[in-house]
Protein backbone atom coordinates (compact mmCIF):
# COMPACT_ATOMS: atom_id res chain seq x y z
CA UNK A 1 0.00 0.00 0.00
CA UNK A 2 1.47 3.84 -0.72
CA UNK A 3 -0.16 7.03 0.12
CA UNK A 4 -3.05 8.24 -1.34
CA UNK A 5 -2.19 10.96 -4.18
CA UNK A 6 -3.66 13.55 -2.19
CA UNK A 7 -0.96 13.18 0.05
CA UNK A 8 2.13 12.25 -2.15
CA UNK A 9 3.00 15.76 -2.79
CA UNK A 10 2.63 17.07 1.03
CA UNK A 11 6.22 17.27 3.39
CA UNK A 12 5.84 17.82 6.68
CA UNK A 13 6.08 21.73 7.35
CA UNK A 14 9.97 23.11 7.21
CA UNK A 15 8.51 23.90 10.87
CA UNK A 16 8.20 20.73 11.85
CA UNK A 17 11.10 18.97 10.30
CA UNK A 18 13.55 21.51 12.48
CA UNK A 19 12.13 20.79 15.38
CA UNK A 20 12.59 17.61 14.92
CA UNK A 21 16.34 17.59 14.11
CA UNK A 22 16.53 19.95 17.41
CA UNK A 23 19.34 18.46 19.56
CA UNK A 24 18.47 17.91 23.39
CA UNK A 25 18.51 20.45 25.89
CA UNK A 26 18.45 23.36 22.77
CA UNK A 27 16.76 26.30 23.37
CA UNK A 28 14.06 26.28 21.13
CA UNK A 29 12.86 29.70 19.77
CA UNK A 30 10.94 27.91 16.64
CA UNK A 31 7.76 26.36 17.77
CA UNK A 32 4.44 28.91 17.64
CA UNK A 33 3.45 28.23 21.33
CA UNK A 34 3.82 30.66 24.07
CA UNK A 35 5.56 29.03 26.44
CA UNK A 36 3.89 30.98 29.48
CA UNK A 37 2.22 28.72 32.22
CA UNK A 38 -1.81 28.04 31.60
CA UNK A 39 -3.03 31.20 34.22
CA UNK A 40 -3.55 30.06 37.27
CA UNK A 41 -7.48 30.62 37.51
CA UNK A 42 -7.91 28.38 34.08
CA UNK A 43 -6.11 25.68 36.19
CA UNK A 44 -8.37 26.11 38.81
CA UNK A 45 -11.44 26.09 37.23
CA UNK A 46 -10.47 23.23 34.93
CA UNK A 47 -9.75 21.13 38.23
CA UNK A 48 -13.57 22.13 39.26
CA UNK A 49 -15.09 21.24 36.14
CA UNK A 50 -12.92 17.82 36.40
CA UNK A 51 -14.88 17.54 40.02
CA UNK A 52 -18.37 18.00 39.58
CA UNK A 53 -18.57 16.87 35.56
CA UNK A 54 -18.38 14.33 33.35
CA UNK A 55 -16.86 14.74 29.60
CA UNK A 56 -18.90 13.93 27.37
CA UNK A 57 -19.82 14.38 23.33
CA UNK A 58 -21.35 17.86 22.53
CA UNK A 59 -23.80 19.36 19.63
CA UNK A 60 -21.31 19.22 16.75
CA UNK A 61 -21.38 23.02 16.26
CA UNK A 62 -20.43 23.14 20.07
CA UNK A 63 -21.89 23.70 23.77
CA UNK A 64 -24.61 26.20 23.36
CA UNK A 65 -23.74 27.94 25.62
CA UNK A 66 -19.70 28.19 24.19
CA UNK A 67 -21.17 29.77 21.24
CA UNK A 68 -23.42 32.53 22.70
CA UNK A 69 -19.79 33.46 24.40
CA UNK A 70 -17.95 33.33 21.05
CA UNK A 71 -20.71 35.59 19.80
CA UNK A 72 -20.67 38.09 22.34
CA UNK A 73 -16.27 37.97 21.88
CA UNK A 74 -16.43 39.69 18.98
CA UNK A 75 -19.17 42.26 19.89
CA UNK A 76 -20.04 43.32 16.33
CA UNK A 77 -23.93 41.35 16.39
CA UNK A 78 -22.24 38.00 15.52
CA UNK A 79 -24.84 35.53 17.03
CA UNK A 80 -24.32 31.79 18.00
CA UNK A 81 -25.45 30.04 15.03
CA UNK A 82 -22.93 31.86 13.22
CA UNK A 83 -20.11 29.76 15.27
CA UNK A 84 -18.92 26.35 15.09
CA UNK A 85 -16.48 25.04 17.83
CA UNK A 86 -13.86 23.06 16.72
CA UNK A 87 -10.38 21.10 17.86
CA UNK A 88 -7.83 24.62 17.24
CA UNK A 89 -7.91 26.74 15.15
CA UNK A 90 -5.93 24.54 12.28
CA UNK A 91 -9.32 22.23 12.11
CA UNK A 92 -11.24 25.18 11.77
CA UNK A 93 -9.32 26.30 8.58
CA UNK A 94 -9.63 22.82 7.08
CA UNK A 95 -13.51 22.73 7.75
CA UNK A 96 -13.69 25.73 6.20
CA UNK A 97 -12.06 25.56 3.24
CA UNK A 98 -13.41 21.49 3.27
CA UNK A 99 -16.77 23.42 3.28
CA UNK A 100 -16.15 26.37 0.36
CA UNK A 101 -13.72 24.66 -2.39
CA UNK A 102 -14.00 22.09 -5.06
CA UNK A 103 -11.04 20.37 -6.17
CA UNK A 104 -9.68 22.61 -9.59
CA UNK A 105 -10.69 25.76 -8.15
CA UNK A 106 -7.75 28.35 -6.90
CA UNK A 107 -7.20 29.49 -2.92
CA UNK A 108 -5.43 32.50 -2.74
CA UNK A 109 -2.82 32.77 -0.17
CA UNK A 110 0.00 35.46 0.74
CA UNK A 111 3.64 35.06 0.69
CA UNK A 112 4.41 34.83 3.13
CA UNK A 113 1.52 33.42 5.18
CA UNK A 114 0.95 29.79 7.65
CA UNK A 115 2.55 27.09 5.67
CA UNK A 116 -0.71 24.76 6.24
CA UNK A 117 -2.81 27.19 4.20
CA UNK A 118 -1.38 25.49 0.97
CA UNK A 119 -0.97 22.30 2.62
CA UNK A 120 -4.50 21.76 3.13
CA UNK A 121 -5.55 23.71 -0.31
CA UNK A 122 -3.56 20.96 -2.45
CA UNK A 123 -5.06 18.20 0.09
CA UNK A 124 -7.93 19.21 -0.86
CA UNK A 125 -7.63 19.11 -4.86
CA UNK A 126 -7.27 22.93 -4.72
CA UNK A 127 -4.86 25.51 -6.80
CA UNK A 128 -2.78 27.26 -4.97
CA UNK A 129 -1.91 31.02 -6.11
CA UNK A 130 0.73 33.23 -3.66
CA UNK A 131 -0.10 36.86 -3.63
CA UNK A 132 3.59 38.56 -2.65
CA UNK A 133 4.19 41.11 0.04
CA UNK A 134 6.81 43.56 -0.47
CA UNK A 135 10.39 42.69 0.49
CA UNK A 136 9.31 43.52 3.59
CA UNK A 137 7.20 41.31 4.57
CA UNK A 138 4.61 44.66 5.47
CA UNK A 139 3.77 46.35 2.51
CA UNK A 140 1.76 44.93 -0.54
CA UNK A 141 1.42 46.48 -4.30
CA UNK A 142 -2.19 46.19 -4.74
CA UNK A 143 -2.53 46.69 -8.53
CA UNK A 144 -0.20 43.35 -8.38
CA UNK A 145 -2.78 41.49 -5.82
CA UNK A 146 -5.51 42.25 -7.69
CA UNK A 147 -4.57 41.70 -10.78
CA UNK A 148 -3.45 38.25 -9.69
CA UNK A 149 -6.68 37.50 -8.44
CA UNK A 150 -8.16 38.21 -11.62
CA UNK A 151 -6.18 36.36 -14.08
CA UNK A 152 -6.38 32.99 -11.24
CA UNK A 153 -10.02 33.32 -10.84
CA UNK A 154 -9.55 32.84 -7.53
CA UNK A 155 -12.71 31.72 -5.62
CA UNK A 156 -11.15 32.01 -1.84
CA UNK A 157 -8.33 33.78 -0.14
CA UNK A 158 -7.27 32.98 3.27
CA UNK A 159 -5.00 35.01 5.42
CA UNK A 160 -3.56 35.71 8.77
CA UNK A 161 -4.17 38.81 10.21
CA UNK A 162 -2.02 39.30 12.35
CA UNK A 163 0.29 38.03 9.96
CA UNK A 164 1.77 34.72 10.48
CA UNK A 165 5.42 35.16 10.24
CA UNK A 166 6.29 38.83 10.67
CA UNK A 167 3.14 40.12 12.80
CA UNK A 168 1.62 42.82 10.81
CA UNK A 169 -1.35 43.82 11.06
CA UNK A 170 -3.85 45.00 8.77
CA UNK A 171 -5.07 48.91 9.09
CA UNK A 172 -8.30 50.03 7.77
CA UNK A 173 -7.46 51.44 4.50
CA UNK A 174 -5.68 48.15 3.95
CA UNK A 175 -8.79 46.28 4.35
CA UNK A 176 -11.01 48.86 2.26
CA UNK A 177 -8.46 48.25 -0.42
CA UNK A 178 -8.63 44.43 0.03
CA UNK A 179 -12.55 44.36 0.38
CA UNK A 180 -13.02 46.75 -2.46
CA UNK A 181 -10.95 43.59 -4.52
CA UNK A 182 -12.81 40.82 -3.40
CA UNK A 183 -16.18 42.43 -3.37
CA UNK A 184 -15.78 43.10 -6.92
CA UNK A 185 -14.71 39.41 -7.96
CA UNK A 186 -16.69 37.92 -5.92
CA UNK A 187 -14.27 36.19 -3.51
CA UNK A 188 -14.57 34.52 -0.01
CA UNK A 189 -12.42 35.81 2.36
CA UNK A 190 -11.35 33.88 4.97
CA UNK A 191 -9.03 35.56 7.93
CA UNK A 192 -7.18 33.50 10.58
CA UNK A 193 -7.23 35.88 13.50
CA UNK A 194 -5.49 33.70 16.01
CA UNK A 195 -3.28 36.15 17.12
CA UNK A 196 -5.82 38.84 17.14
CA UNK A 197 -5.65 39.78 21.06
CA UNK A 198 -1.64 39.43 21.40
CA UNK A 199 -1.22 42.83 20.20
CA UNK A 200 1.55 45.53 21.53
CA UNK A 201 -0.07 48.84 21.28
CA UNK A 202 -3.53 48.84 20.03
CA UNK A 203 -6.14 46.39 19.30
CA UNK A 204 -6.25 45.98 15.59
CA UNK A 205 -9.58 46.66 13.68
CA UNK A 206 -11.39 43.82 12.59
CA UNK A 207 -13.20 43.26 8.93
CA UNK A 208 -16.74 43.35 9.71
CA UNK A 209 -19.14 45.22 7.15
CA UNK A 210 -16.71 45.91 4.19
CA UNK A 211 -16.35 41.86 3.09
CA UNK A 212 -19.42 40.53 1.59
CA UNK A 213 -18.10 37.19 2.19
CA UNK A 214 -16.44 36.70 4.81
CA UNK A 215 -15.13 34.11 7.76
CA UNK A 216 -12.67 34.66 10.77
CA UNK A 217 -10.98 31.84 12.41
CA UNK A 218 -9.50 32.29 15.56
CA UNK A 219 -9.65 30.45 18.98
CA UNK A 220 -7.28 30.34 22.58
CA UNK A 221 -4.07 28.63 21.69
CA UNK A 222 -2.42 31.68 21.82
CA UNK A 223 -4.35 33.92 24.04
CA UNK A 224 -4.84 32.10 26.61
CA UNK A 225 -2.28 29.71 26.53
CA UNK A 226 -4.25 26.98 25.87
CA UNK A 227 -2.36 25.33 22.42
CA UNK A 228 -2.77 21.75 24.45
CA UNK A 229 -6.43 22.37 24.95
CA UNK A 230 -7.43 22.20 21.51
CA UNK A 231 -10.07 25.18 21.32
CA UNK A 232 -10.67 27.34 18.36
CA UNK A 233 -13.87 27.85 16.09
CA UNK A 234 -15.65 29.48 12.76
CA UNK A 235 -17.19 32.76 12.43
CA UNK A 236 -19.18 32.45 9.54
CA UNK A 237 -22.52 33.60 7.53
CA UNK A 238 -25.00 31.01 8.63
CA UNK A 239 -25.56 29.85 4.92
CA UNK A 240 -21.80 29.01 5.57
CA UNK A 241 -21.74 27.75 8.66
CA UNK A 242 -24.33 25.22 8.30
CA UNK A 243 -21.68 23.61 5.48
CA UNK A 244 -18.99 24.39 8.28
CA UNK A 245 -20.95 22.08 11.15
CA UNK A 246 -21.79 19.56 8.49
CA UNK A 247 -18.68 18.93 7.78
CA UNK A 248 -17.46 18.88 11.58
CA UNK A 249 -19.94 16.03 12.45
CA UNK A 250 -17.69 13.93 9.94
CA UNK A 251 -14.29 15.04 10.79
CA UNK A 252 -14.18 14.97 14.36
CA UNK A 253 -17.67 14.90 15.72
CA UNK A 254 -17.20 17.65 18.31
CA UNK A 255 -13.96 19.40 20.22
CA UNK A 256 -13.36 17.70 23.73
CA UNK A 257 -16.35 18.49 26.62
CA UNK A 258 -13.60 19.61 29.16
CA UNK A 259 -11.56 22.23 26.94
CA UNK A 260 -15.12 23.78 25.73
CA UNK A 261 -16.39 24.44 29.21
CA UNK A 262 -13.10 25.92 30.35
CA UNK A 263 -13.40 27.95 26.96
CA UNK A 264 -16.65 29.62 28.64
CA UNK A 265 -14.71 30.74 31.40
CA UNK A 266 -11.70 31.61 29.41
CA UNK A 267 -14.04 34.43 27.47
CA UNK A 268 -15.86 35.83 31.05
CA UNK A 269 -14.23 39.01 32.43
CA UNK A 270 -12.02 37.21 34.74
CA UNK A 271 -10.52 34.76 31.89
CA UNK A 272 -10.10 37.89 30.20
CA UNK A 273 -8.24 39.62 32.74
CA UNK A 274 -6.05 36.61 32.30
CA UNK A 275 -5.42 37.07 28.65
CA UNK A 276 -4.60 40.60 29.35
CA UNK A 277 -1.79 39.99 32.10
CA UNK A 278 -0.25 37.47 29.58
CA UNK A 279 -0.52 40.09 26.75
CA UNK A 280 1.26 42.08 28.92
CA UNK A 281 4.44 39.66 29.68
CA UNK A 282 4.42 39.20 26.31
CA UNK A 283 4.51 42.63 25.63
CA UNK A 284 7.46 43.36 27.87
CA UNK A 285 8.98 40.22 26.76
CA UNK A 286 9.24 41.99 23.58
CA UNK A 287 10.64 45.62 24.67
CA UNK A 288 13.11 43.18 26.44
CA UNK A 289 14.38 41.75 23.19
CA UNK A 290 13.84 44.75 21.35
CA UNK A 291 16.69 45.81 23.69
CA UNK A 292 18.81 43.53 23.14
CA UNK A 293 18.76 42.94 19.83
CA UNK A 294 20.36 47.03 19.61
CA UNK A 295 23.61 47.35 18.56
CA UNK A 296 23.88 44.19 16.15
CA UNK A 297 25.29 45.93 13.59
CA UNK A 298 23.56 47.76 10.54
CA UNK A 299 23.79 44.69 8.40
CA UNK A 300 21.02 42.53 10.64
CA UNK A 301 17.77 43.66 10.40
CA UNK A 302 15.15 43.33 13.42
CA UNK A 303 11.67 43.45 12.18
CA UNK A 304 9.34 43.59 15.74
CA UNK A 305 5.65 42.97 15.51
CA UNK A 306 2.57 44.81 15.95
CA UNK A 307 1.08 41.64 17.02
CA UNK A 308 2.33 38.34 18.21
CA UNK A 309 5.05 36.14 19.92
CA UNK A 310 7.59 36.00 16.42
CA UNK A 311 10.36 38.83 15.94
CA UNK A 312 11.73 38.73 12.42
CA UNK A 313 15.50 38.90 11.20
CA UNK A 314 17.27 39.48 8.50
CA UNK A 315 21.07 38.89 7.82
CA UNK A 316 23.69 38.32 4.89
CA UNK A 317 23.70 34.70 5.26
CA UNK A 318 20.68 32.43 3.37
CA UNK A 319 17.82 31.58 6.31
CA UNK A 320 18.86 27.62 5.98
CA UNK A 321 22.46 28.36 6.52
CA UNK A 322 21.68 30.52 9.44
CA UNK A 323 19.35 28.72 11.17
CA UNK A 324 21.58 25.69 11.18
CA UNK A 325 24.58 27.82 12.61
CA UNK A 326 22.57 28.87 15.43
CA UNK A 327 21.36 25.05 15.73
CA UNK A 328 24.84 23.96 15.93
CA UNK A 329 25.35 26.79 18.95
CA UNK A 330 22.06 25.49 20.44
CA UNK A 331 19.28 27.83 19.30
CA UNK A 332 16.36 26.22 17.05
CA UNK A 333 14.77 28.95 14.71
CA UNK A 334 12.65 28.41 11.57
CA UNK A 335 13.95 29.85 8.47
CA UNK A 336 11.55 31.88 6.54
CA UNK A 337 11.41 29.94 4.06
CA UNK A 338 9.24 28.11 5.70
CA UNK A 339 6.35 30.67 4.89
CA UNK A 340 7.31 31.13 0.71
CA UNK A 341 9.40 32.61 -1.41
CA UNK A 342 9.75 36.37 -0.38
CA UNK A 343 10.66 35.14 3.23
CA UNK A 344 13.73 33.62 2.46
CA UNK A 345 16.51 35.28 4.03
CA UNK A 346 15.18 35.80 7.11
CA UNK A 347 14.58 33.94 10.43
CA UNK A 348 11.78 33.86 12.38
CA UNK A 349 12.22 33.62 16.25
CA UNK A 350 9.18 32.98 18.65
CA UNK A 351 10.04 35.04 22.04
CA UNK A 352 7.39 34.08 24.27
CA UNK A 353 9.51 31.82 26.92
CA UNK A 354 10.23 31.66 30.57
CA UNK A 355 12.94 34.15 30.99
CA UNK A 356 15.77 32.43 31.97
CA UNK A 357 15.08 30.45 28.90
CA UNK A 358 14.76 33.96 26.37
CA UNK A 359 17.80 35.26 28.01
CA UNK A 360 19.74 32.15 27.46
CA UNK A 361 18.39 32.15 23.88
CA UNK A 362 19.14 35.66 23.24
CA UNK A 363 23.08 35.34 24.47
CA UNK A 364 23.02 32.67 21.45
CA UNK A 365 21.55 34.80 18.89
CA UNK A 366 23.97 37.50 19.93
CA UNK A 367 26.98 35.42 20.05
CA UNK A 368 26.65 33.61 16.31
CA UNK A 369 24.95 36.94 14.46
CA UNK A 370 28.64 38.40 16.11
CA UNK A 371 30.38 36.22 14.75
CA UNK A 372 28.89 35.89 11.20
CA UNK A 373 28.83 39.16 10.50
CA UNK A 374 32.31 39.51 11.26
CA UNK A 375 33.19 36.46 9.04
CA UNK A 376 33.51 34.15 10.86
Not at 81 to 86: D, L, N, P, R, Y
Not at 172 to 189: D, G, R
Not at 231 to 243: E, H, Q
Request: charged residues 20%.
Amino acid sequence: MIESNRLAGIEISLIRRVLDQASPGAVNMALGELGYPLPECLQKQAHKLLDHGTAVYTPNAGLPELRESIAAYYGDGTVAEQICVSNGAEEAIYLSLLALSNPGETIAIPDPDYPAYTAIASILGCNVMRLPYEKDLININWELWEQLLRTSQAKILILSNPQNPSGKCFNKTELNNLSTICNKQHICVVVDEIYRDLYHEEAMPGPQQEFKDLIRISGLSKSHCMSGWRLGWVNAPTPISGAVIKAKQYVSTCAHWLSQQLAIFALSPAGMRAQAEIRKRLRDDMVFVQNSCAGLGNKIVVKIPQAGPYVMIKTDLNDLDQTSRLASNGLITVPGSAFGKVAQGWIRLNIALPSFALQQGLDILRTTLTQTSHGA
